[in-house]
């Protein structure tokens, strides 16, 4: 199985840049199956199976974060598309927790951008960004030249070795690179394992701590003007 | 890579029949306007030069560089990307103040003398504005007019490329004349967008549009040139009036009269 993971922030063009490369998989006869991790609401897996006939799943990711969320099932994600008999699964996933990345090792990593974003997001969203083997910048129709130029180096500073590919997903332009990187990916190995590392942090509040203040937690924690500091074993 | 000539070669139109202009070349500093109704696909004819389409657009055209297709996936890098397009878009939507901007926009084109750069930028665009340009200014809050001058000046001073489309630039009640004026000064390929008369006389051919399509080629000839020279008149008048309403005056009889005087065409 080949594994291409895009993430993005909510409504960056994801999906559509996704449906352009199917579009393009279809032509080449690659079979790719779909899913989408959201954390609500998510209806790409029953457009893109209207659309294009391809084995979809959504999976709800609730009361986890999407990347997390990832983790946990993505091997029966991919036990499932071989299933379908497809040879390449792309994730689709909201990716909303800035302090991880939902990228493995051996997958293709896809960021997606809108250029209309502001030219600080690219320094807001740590791995997703900087973990990721192409970021794509979406709606470049919306905005100058000069502005695309130096959101492209707001990207490339964030993310020294990225490639940069810029598109305007609704016509379809900009996606035949994208397209001929997907086509080398690896097969992904078994166990499989995240990019990069996780946070060192463990959060209390996600384990059902709700007092406020630093000395009713334990593990990474600071205070308003500390740096971050360790308590517990 | 040095360009010479820009080859464009017709597609089809949204009927989905030929274009009926099959091809036409640009050659270092021909001006040249592309013309027709509003919807007929001037904008995306620009778009493909700026593409280098290789039939991967809608309209299914090719462009050429030095009689050389651009092949589907290579993508240039954009602080070399030999053209510029000033769009019709009349806002940015960089939370960047200006000064900080430019000083980006001229670091990634690699400008020597960063600081004089971004001085004849602002100098040029604030020829053509009505209220000048601030440094400190957000992006975000310049004006229609302010943010078309200061594209115009961005791409022809800071991106310095060798061939610029400009869409429209007639619209957001920039000084045009003086526009064409200054841009005149370098030597480029420049492609207008425009619905405006005088700026497709000036061009040394012009490029009709419908549907989509590429109708014909019209060059410039000696009457026509001469009869941009005559609606000069009519501009310089018609700019005049905009002067002084602008300025707060009334345009009471003998002002009229006054203005209005110079208007005596030679026959062409
Ligand atoms: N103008 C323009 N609009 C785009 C482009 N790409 C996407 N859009 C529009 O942006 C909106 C959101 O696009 P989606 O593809 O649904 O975004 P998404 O990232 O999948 O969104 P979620 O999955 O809901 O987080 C849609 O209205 C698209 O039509 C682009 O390149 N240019
Ligand atoms: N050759 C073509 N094939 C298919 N669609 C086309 C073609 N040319 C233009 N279109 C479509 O027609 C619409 C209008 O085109 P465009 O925006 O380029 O017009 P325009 O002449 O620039 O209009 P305006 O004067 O209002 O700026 C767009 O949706 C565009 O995609
Ligand atoms: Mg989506
Ligand atoms: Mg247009
Ligand atoms: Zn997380």
Known sequence: MKLVIFAGPPTCGKTTVIRQVIKRMEVKKLKTAYIKIDVLYADEDEMINKEFGIPTKKIYSGELCPDHCNVVVLDEAVEWAEREGAE????????????????????????????????????????????????????????????REVFRYRVLQAAKDITVVESNALYGIGIDPIVKQIEKVQHIDFPMFLKGNPPVGTCTICVGKKEIGAKNHFGVLRTLDSDLFYVGE | MEI???????????????????????????????????????????????????????????????????????????SKHPIALISQHTNFLSDLPVGEFLTIHAAVRGAENAENIIEETL?????????????????????????????????????????????????AGIHRTKALELLK?????????????????????????????????????????????ELKKIDDVMLEFRRLIRAGEEITEPVFNENIKNLVYNNI
Not at chain 2, 31 to 52: A, H, M, Q, R
Not at chain 2, 146 to 170: F, K, M, Y
Not at chain 2, 194 to 211: G, N
Request: glycine letters at 8%; proline letters at 4%; a negative charge.
């Open chain 1, 88 to 147: 390449f699964l792309f994730v689709e996933t909201a990716g909303l927790c800035l302090r991880c990345s939902p990228y493995v090792e051996n997958s293709l990593g896809i960021v997606v951008l809108e250029a209309t974003s502001g030219m600080n997001l690219p320094r807001k969203i740590g791995p997703m960004l900087t973990l990721a083997d192409i970021s794509v910048i979406t709606k470049i129709d919306l905005i100058s030249q000069a502005e």
């Open chain 2, 4 to 78: 010479k000539k820009i080859t464009i070669r017709g597609g089809i139109g949204k009927d989905g029949e030929r274009e009926k202009v099959q091809e036409f070349e640009l050659k270092m500093g021909d001006i040249i306007s592309i013309v027709g109704p509003t919807g007929c696909g001037k904008t995306t004819l620009i778009n493909d030069i700026e593409l280098f389409a290789n039939y991967n657009t809608p309209s299914q055209r090719q462009i050429l560089i030095n009689d050389e297709p651009i092949p589907d996936d290579f993508s240039f890098d954009p």
């Open chain 2, 123 to 171: 100098d040029f665009a604030n020829q053509l504005t009505g209220e000048s340009i601030n440094r400190l200014t957000g992006m975000t809050e310049l004006s229609g007019g302010q943010t078309r001058s200061l594209l115009i000046a961005d791409a022809v001073i800071i991106g310095n490329s060798p061939i610029i489309l400009l869409d429209e630039i007639e619209n």
């Open chain 2, 185 to 229: 000064k370098y030597d480029k390929i420049f492609v207008f967008v425009t619905h405006d008369a005088r700026i497709a006389l000036l061009s040394d051919f012009r490029i009709i549009m419908k549907q989509g399509a590429m109708q014909k080629v019209i060059y410039t000839g000696i009457e026509e040139r001469r009869a941009a020279q």
